[in-house]
Nanobody, 117 residues
Framework: QVQLVESGGGLVGPGGSLRLSCAAS????????MAWYRQAPGKQRELVARITSLGTTHYADSVKGRFTISSSRDSTKNTVYLQMNNLKPEDTAVYYC?????????WGQGTQVTVSS
């Protein structure tokens, strides 16, 4: 089975940048795509960006041009990154790493991103 461990959240001022990382270990050969979701207080969890095993990417309209998803892989783990630039207060949320292991979804524990002056 796949395990996901996130890192990189924190507090940043408007216009600042953060980079989130998510390391996937275990049955990484079964991963077909990885993604970042976020959930703000009182709101539903939403897709931020996804990258497939072929490198195809998809972004939510609200983050296009500001966020970049990328990935790297070695023999023991897949790592997906989310570079977030020009952050806005409305980007404040808990960010969750997601992976499709075959047809089954896996989730990380979440990392808080707070954008505030």
């Amino acid at each position: 089975q796949v395990q996901l461990v996130e890192s990189g959240g924190g507090l940043v001022g408007p216009g600042g940048s953060l980079r989130l990382s998510c390391a996937a270990s275990g049955s990484i050969f079964r991963i077909t795509s990885m993604a970042w979701y976020r959930q703000a207080p009182g709101k539903q969890r939403e897709l931020v960006a996804r990258i497939t095993s072929l490198g195809t990417t998809h972004y939510a309209d609200s983050v296009k041009g500001r966020f970049t998803i990328s990935s790297s892989r070695d023999s023991t783990k897949n790592t997906v990154y989310l570079q977030m630039n020009n952050l806005k207060p409305e980007d404040t949320a808990v960010y969750y790493c997601n992976a499709f292991e075959g047809l089954e979804q896996k989730w990380g524990q979440g990392t808080q991103v707070t954008v505030s002056s």
